[in-house]
């Protein structure tokens, strides 16, 4: 699986997404059922999927899909 | 008055929110005397409710006044429960966004000692409710505020919900000391929710199970934050390692762990652990709270006074409820009750009093301290997914078994919506039949649970 797969499993994982809609548009503000649970939940598995321990200013900033990937790109991994 | 809030200096800031908001007790106070005056008969009415002072504000109002009995719900209530919950209960008025509604509804009747009501699920379409008397308030408020022993200097930060029974009961016991309620709506991964911990120099905190994971995912262990001495944590069994964790922190840093038991049934906390006992007996529940007595019976009902004998754990205090209601007529009901209740979960105590839970009677599970229903989730899946299933599970993940994989992602999906709780928490598994007893009665006892 490459990193950018790997990367989009995690929102199947926490969210059941649909692959085809993960994009720009894919955020905090646009899908309903992301609260705190769940955004600590895409952290815990993009820490545990990419080996990675996170900041708190990560945790907070991570609101979107294209969030999470700035988030990854900061702490080294390529997507 | 409730809470003896007529005491309590009228300037004194009753609570602060993250978005500016404040609220004196003497607002609470003049709100309950407008209300007072101007409605003469008691009446139901639905109280849409964010974590913000103007909601304080009314809610206790409306208690304060005995004129408006609210059912106190989240403002952003699933539409499909929320209107089964107006089709069900018919109030007469409707308070949301600052607003009070006359609806259509005619005045029913109401027990003239129901001071409000609360959902038993926050999350699956059951439209059962908790019924409360002024009573459980007073009761609350003494107890919980007498065990945690907070004063008026007291800056909680509240982060539980309003319509959530624990929250409420925050609300009770630190008003009853005169203290300063600091509640967000912000989410603990947003920065203003630290800014406000942080500048508001909150003196407790009080979390479910995961509001704690939360803490340590956010690295508060590295945190500075030297006003606040109390942590207190509720809302279903914390798992053992980060119950330490926090517990130990606490020891070394001279603050106060103190974790809870309790139930919506007996309007939030029954027991709790004192700080002393917080490492050495990790993961009990404690002993009674004050003015509450814990005991044990056995199967045939009979008391159980050894130590670690497990049995039902019953609960006898001032702070048990009526009662459910179903109905717009079960309003009226009176105390079913009298003070006692059996709590479904299974327990034992060790030599020193405190009681440990081992398991659970009842089919429901606290899924981030979120109580759910595992009979209404295999409601859900049969009404979205026609298809049968038998829900079981831990606090930390619900199983459901089906029978037909191709459904697995329409069932999860469904509860996933219908709960609002994160997709992992919830594991298909596939089977070849569900296995049921003659009568046709489900036997969660032949499925692995783990």
């Known amino acids: 699986m490459t990193n950018l797969e790997k990367y ?52 907070m900033a991570c609101t979107s899909y294209n969030a999470g990937k700035e988030i990854l790109a900061r702490n080294g991994v390529k997507l | 008055m409730l809470l003896g809030l007529e005491h309590i200096d009228p300037n004194r800031i009753a609570a602060i929110d993250s ?18 005056a101007n409605f003469s008969n008691r009446a139901l009415c639905f109280m849409l409710v964010e974590n913000n002072v103007n909601c304080i ?23 499909v429960l929320y209107n089964n919950l107006l089709s069900t209960y018919k109030p007469a008025y409707i308070w949301k966004n ?22 038993t699920s926050g999350s699956t379409g059951s439209p059962k409710l908790v019924r409360h008397k002024y009573e459980n308030i007073e009761a609350a408020g003494l107890n919980i505020s007498t065990f945690f022993e907070l004063k008026e200097t007291d800056r909680p930060l509240m982060v539980l919900p ?22 967000t709506g912000r989410n603990m991964t947003d920065p203003v929710f630290w800014k406000f911990i942080k500048e508001k ?49 606490c020891r070394d840093n001279g603050k106060r762990w ?42 045939e009902g009979n008391p159980i006074n050894t130590p670690h004998t497990e049995g039902e754990m019953c609960y006898r205090g001032k702070n048990v409820t009526l009662g459910y209601a179903r109905s717009l007529e079960d309003l009226t009901l009176g105390d079913e009750r009298n003070g006692f209740i059996r709590t479904g979960d299974l327990a034992y105590f060790d030599e020193d009093g405190c009681y440990y839970i081992v ?48 459904k697995t992602q329409a069932v999860k999906d469904a509860l996933v919506e219908k709960t609002h709780i994160v997709a992992t928490s919830f594991e298909i598994r596939i089977i070849t039949e569900i296995p049921k007893n003659e009568a046709g009665k489900k036997l969660y006892s032949k499925l692995e649970n783990k």
């Open chain 2, 19 to 36: 978005e500016g908001g404040k609220l004196t007790y003497g607002d609470i106070i003049n709100r309950a005397k407008e209300i007072e």
């Open chain 2, 258 to 299: 103190i974790a809870t038991y309790g139930q919506s049934e007996c309007s939030a906390r029954m027991a709790w652990l004192p700080a002393k006992w917080a490492v050495e007996k990790v993961g009990s529940i404690g002993i009674a709270v004050p003015n509450g007595e814990l005991s044990l019976i056995d199967a």
């Open chain 2, 162 to 183: 309003l319509y959530y029974t624990m929250g409420l009961s925050m609300v009770f016991s630190h008003f009853k000391v005169g203290a300063t309620v600091l509640i």
């Open chain 1, 8 to 59: 989009n499993d995690i929102f199947v994982q926490v969210f059941g997404a649909d692959i085809a809609l993960l994009g720009d548009n894919y955020s905090k503000e646009t899908v309903s059922e992301w609260d705190s649970v769940h955004q600590l939940n895409i952290i815990s598995l993009m820490e545990e999927t990419f080996d990675l321990m996170l900041d708190p200013e990560d945790i």
């Open chain 2, 98 to 119: 600052g607003e009070l509604i006359r609806t259509v509804n005619p005045i029913a009747p109401l027990f003239p000692e129901l001071s409000h009501l609360l959902p």
């Open chain 2, 359 to 406: 398991g659970r009677m009842g089919r429901f599970l606290k899924l981030f301290g979120m109580r759910v229903g595992l009979d209404e989730c295999e409601q859900i899946i049969a009404s979205d997914c026609q298809t049968e299933s038998a829900c079981v599970g831990t606090d930390e993940k619900m199983i459901v078994y089906i029978t037909d994989a191709a």
């Open chain 2, 57 to 79: 504000e009314w809610v206790m109002a409306s208690l304060i006044s005995r004129r408006l009995v609210p059912l106190i719900l989240n403002a952003k209530t699933d539409e």
């Open chain 2, 201 to 249: 120099a909150a003196t407790s905190f009080t979390g479910v199970p995961y509001s704690f994971q939360i803490l340590n995912m956010m690295r508060f262990f590295r945190m500075d934050l030297p006003a606040l001495e109390l942590l207190t944590q509720g809302g279903g069994k914390m798992e053992r390692g980060l119950n330490l964790k926090f517990a130990e922190y």
